[in-house]
């Protein structure tokens, strides 16, 4: 059973500091990695996507993976009081487009 | 706006009742899905269509009936629910299911209180 876990949080940063939000999986064979960001009583919606190893930047966000450790992160630089949301990992199931999700990791950027 | 529109946005329902949740997607896709969100749970697949057929089941009670008449539009029937089903269900999505790797976006949500 494929698995991605998440710490729930909340993970509390001050604002203009880095937020680093980790996510580990099960699955071995997992080939790629989706970032959403939940604003409460939102929907998901993505923030970046990641297949290699290594990083890839985008903007503030910085997704990193490392699949010889089975981790996938998503740091946030300067991060702002509007980033506070609930950032949810996924992977998708063996090539398909169907994602399985973690719980998710509740970020508060505090003033 | 992600192309996706799902109604009712809010529903209250009796155990007793039946209701429909809906769903239609603007982006030309050929997969959809639906997802439950409970609270401190990881998002959970209930459905997925492909091409209008139904390719997965993931073992939901059958008081949840999907329907999907056309590669455009999602329906989840809903009758004789519990208050666990008390969720937020979400309806995405995508290009296509086994061609792997594709973005999937997300509706609105559609909050259900079961009473």
């Known amino acids: 059973q494929k698995e991605v876990e998440q710490n729930s949080g909340p993970l509390s940063v001050p604002e203009g500091a880095i937020a680093s939000l980790n996510c580990t999986y099960s699955?071995?064979?997992?080939?790629?990695f989706f970032w959403y960001r939940q604003y409460s009583g939102k929907s998901p919606e993505l923030i970046m996507f990641?297949?290699?190893?290594g990083d890839k930047e985008d903007g503030r966000f910085t997704a990193q993976l490392n699949k010889a450790s089975q981790y996938v992160s998503l740091l946030i630089r300067d991060s702002q009081p509007s980033d506070s949301a609930t950032y949810l990992c996924a992977s998708p199931l063996y090539n398909t487009d169907k994602l399985i999700f973690g719980t998710g990791t509740r970020l508060q950027v505090f003033p | 706006e992600t192309g996706v529109t799902q109604t009712p946005r809010h529903l209250v329902m009796g155990m007793t009742n039946k209701k429909s949740l809906k769903c239609e997607q603007h982006?030309?896709?050929?997969?959809m899905y639906w997802y439950k969100q409970s609270a401190k749970k990881p998002l959970e697949l209930m459905f997925v269509?492909?091409?209008?057929?139904?390719?997965e089941n993931n073992s939901v009670p059958s008081r949840f009936s999907p329907e999907c008449p056309n590669s455009s539009h999602l329906f989840l029937h809903l009758h004789t629910l519990q208050p666990e089903d008390s969720a937020l269900y979400l309806c995405a999505s995508s290009q296509e299911v086994y061609s792997g790797g594709n973005t999937i976006y997300f509706g609105e949500g559609s909050w259900l209180t079961v009473v």
């Open positions: 990641i297949y290699s190893n």
């Open positions: 699955d071995r064979g997992s080939q790629s």
């Open positions: 269509y492909n091409f209008k057929e139904q390719t």
């Open positions: 982006l030309g896709h050929n997969a």
